[in-house]
C-alpha cells in the first residue's frame, strides 16, 4: 500500500473517531440533562425548599440595591432642587440686584442665579395664588390699592443653584463682607442656608443604612441558600448511593456522575430566579405610586422595567440564581467525591 493510500486511511479513520467522540459528549451532555430533570422533579419538596430559600436570598439582593439607588437619586435631586434665597429690602432696583447677581456667579460654587424685584414677586405670588378667587378679587380691587401696599412690603430676591449645597462659606463670605450685600438685604429676612438641609441628610443615612443593612442581610441569606442546597444535594447523593457506585463500576467518569446533581442545583436556581423577579416587579409596581407620593425618586429603576432592559434584570437573577445552586451542589459532590474516595 503507498504512503498516499496509507495516510488517506488514517485520515479518515481520525475523522471517524472525532465524529464518534462529538456525537458520545453530545448523548452523554443529554443524559446529564434528563437525569438531573428527573431528579429534580423526584425530589420536589426538597427542591422546593432550596428554591424558596434562594428566592429569599434574591429578592433580598434585589431590594438592597433599588433601596440604595432609589434612595440616593432621591437625595440627589433634592440637592439639585436646593436654591439659596437672598432677600433684599423692598423697592431694590433691578440694576442692583443684577449687580449682586454678578458677584454671586463669580463664586465658584455658584451654578446659576436669578433675580426678581419686589414688583416681580408680586406677580410671582398672584400666579401661586390663581386658585383662590376671593384673595385674587381682593387684591385687584381698585379702591383698596392693594398692589401699591403688596409692593411696598416684598422684598426683591436673589435666587442661588449651587454644585455643592453642603459648602457654603463662600456665599456667607460674600454676603456677611460685600458692601452691596450689607446695605441692601433685608435685615428682617435670613437668606435660606438650611432648607431641606436635614431632610437630605435623613435620605442619605437611610441609604448607608439600606446599603449596609442589606449587604448583611444578602451575605446571611447566601449562606443559608448555600447550606440549604449544599444539604439538599447531599441527601440526593445519599439516596441513590448504590446507583452511583454501579455507574463508577461500569466506567462513568466523575463528570457524568457530578452533571446531574448539577443540572437540578441549576434548575432551582432558574426557578428561583424568576419567582423572585416576579416577587420583586410586583412589589415594586404596587409601592411605586406611593413611593412617588412621598418625593422618593423612582424614576431610573420605573424606567428599566419599562424598556427593552427588563430582560437583563430577568437574566441576571437567573444566572445568579444558577450560580448559588451550582456553588453549591460543586460542593456537595466534591465532599461525596472525596470521602468515598479514601
Given at each position: 500500500?503507498?504512503?498516499?493510500?496509507?495516510?488517506?486511511?488514517?485520515?479518515?479513520?481520525?475523522?471517524?473517531?472525532?465524529?464518534?467522540?462529538?456525537?458520545k459528549k453530545l448523548r452523554n451532555a443529554s443524559r446529564v440533562v434528563k437525569y438531573g430533570t428527573i431528579n429534580f422533579g423526584r425530589n420536589i419538596w426538597?427542591?422546593?425548599?432550596?428554591?424558596?430559600?434562594?428566592?429569599?436570598?434574591?429578592?433580598?439582593?434585589?431590594?438592597?440595591?433599588?433601596?440604595?439607588?432609589?434612595?440616593?437619586?432621591?437625595?440627589?435631586?433634592?440637592?439639585?432642587?436646593?436654591?439659596?434665597?437672598?432677600?433684599?429690602?423692598?423697592?431694590?432696583?433691578?440694576?442692583?440686584?443684577?449687580?449682586?447677581?454678578?458677584?454671586?456667579?463669580?463664586?465658584?460654587?455658584?451654578?446659576?442665579?436669578?433675580?426678581?424685584?419686589?414688583?416681580?414677586?408680586?406677580?410671582?405670588?398672584?400666579?401661586?395664588?390663581?386658585?383662590?378667587?376671593?384673595?385674587?378679587?381682593?387684591?385687584?380691587?381698585?379702591?383698596?390699592?392693594?398692589?401699591?401696599?403688596?409692593?411696598?412690603?416684598?422684598?426683591?430676591?436673589?435666587?442661588?443653584?449651587?454644585?455643592?449645597?453642603?459648602?457654603?462659606?463662600?456665599?456667607?463670605?460674600?454676603?456677611?463682607?460685600?458692601?452691596?450685600?450689607?446695605?441692601?438685604?433685608?435685615?428682617?429676612?435670613?437668606?435660606?442656608?438650611?432648607?431641606?438641609?436635614?431632610e437630605i441628610a435623613t435620605i442619605t443615612r437611610w441609604a448607608r443604612i439600606a446599603k449596609t443593612g442589606g449587604l448583611i442581610l444578602s451575605v446571611v441569606?447566601?449562606?443559608?441558600?448555600?447550606?440549604?442546597?449544599?444539604?439538599?444535594?447531599?441527601?440526593?447523593?445519599?439516596?441513590?448511593?448504590e446507583e452511583i457506585y454501579m455507574m463508577k463500576l461500569v466506567g462513568a467518569d466523575r463528570a457524568f456522575i457530578r452533571g446531574p446533581f448539577l443540572v437540578?442545583?441549576?434548575?432551582?436556581?432558574?426557578?428561583?430566579?424568576?419567582?423572585?423577579?416576579?416577587?420583586?416587579?410586583?412589589?415594586?409596581?404596587?409601592?411605586?405610586?406611593?413611593?412617588?407620593?412621598?418625593?422618593?425618586?423612582?424614576?431610573?429603576?420605573?424606567?428599566?422595567?419599562?424598556?427593552?432592559?427588563?430582560?437583563?434584570?430577568?437574566?441576571?437573577?437567573?444566572?445568579?440564581?444558577?450560580?448559588?445552586?451550582?456553588?453549591?451542589?460543586?460542593?456537595?459532590?466534591?465532599?461525596?467525591?472525596?470521602?468515598?474516595?479514601?
Amino acid at each position: 500500500m503507498s504512503d498516499s493510500a496509507q495516510k488517506k486511511i488514517t485520515k479518515k479513520h481520525l475523522k471517524t473517531l472525532t465524529k464518534n467522540g462529538r456525537t458520545k459528549k453530545l448523548r452523554n451532555a443529554s443524559r446529564v440533562v434528563k437525569y438531573g430533570t428527573i431528579n429534580f422533579g423526584r425530589n420536589i419538596w426538597l427542591s422546593t425548599a432550596a428554591t424558596l430559600v434562594m428566592t429569599l436570598t434574591l429578592i433580598v439582593l434585589s431590594v438592597t440595591l433599588v433601596a440604595t439607588v432609589v434612595l440616593s437619586e432621591t437625595a440627589d435631586a433634592m440637592r439639585d432642587r436646593i436654591d439659596i434665597t437672598l432677600f433684599f429690602k423692598p423697592g431694590t432696583g433691578l440694576e442692583v440686584l443684577n449687580e449682586a447677581k454678578d458677584a454671586a456667579l463669580a463664586l465658584e460654587n455658584v451654578k446659576s442665579a436669578e433675580v426678581r424685584t419686589s414688583e416681580e414677586e408680586y406677580e410671582n405670588f398672584l400666579k401661586e395664588n390663581a386658585d383662590n378667587s376671593l384673595l385674587i378679587e381682593t387684591l385687584e380691587d381698585p379702591d383698596m390699592d392693594m398692589r401699591s401696599t403688596m409692593i411696598s412690603t416684598m422684598q426683591g430676591t436673589l435666587r442661588l443653584k449651587v454644585h455643592d449645597p453642603d459648602n457654603l462659606d463662600s456665599i456667607k463670605t460674600l454676603v456677611a463682607s460685600n458692601i452691596l450685600f450689607v446695605k441692601n438685604l433685608d435685615p428682617n429676612e435670613e437668606p435660606t442656608y438650611d432648607v431641606n438641609r436635614n431632610e437630605i441628610a435623613t435620605i442619605t443615612r437611610w441609604a448607608r443604612i439600606a446599603k449596609t443593612g442589606g449587604l448583611i442581610l444578602s451575605v446571611v441569606f447566601l449562606v443559608i441558600s448555600v447550606l440549604v442546597i449544599f444539604n439538599t444535594i447531599r441527601m440526593a447523593i445519599f439516596s441513590r448511593r448504590e446507583e452511583i457506585y454501579m455507574m463508577k463500576l461500569v466506567g462513568a467518569d466523575r463528570a457524568f456522575i457530578r452533571g446531574p446533581f448539577l443540572v437540578e442545583a441549576q434548575l432551582s436556581g432558574v426557578v428561583s430566579g424568576l419567582l423572585s423577579f416576579g416577587l420583586f416587579y410586583g412589589g415594586f409596581r404596587f409601592l411605586e405610586p406611593r413611593l412617588s407620593r412621598y418625593g422618593i425618586n423612582v424614576a431610573t429603576i420605573s424606567d428599566i422595567l419599562d424598556s427593552n432592559r427588563i430582560i437583563y434584570i430577568v437574566l441576571a437573577m437567573v444566572l445568579a440564581g444558577m450560580l448559588i445552586g451550582t456553588l453549591s451542589a460543586r460542593l456537595a459532590v466534591h465532599k461525596y467525591m472525596r470521602n468515598t474516595a479514601k
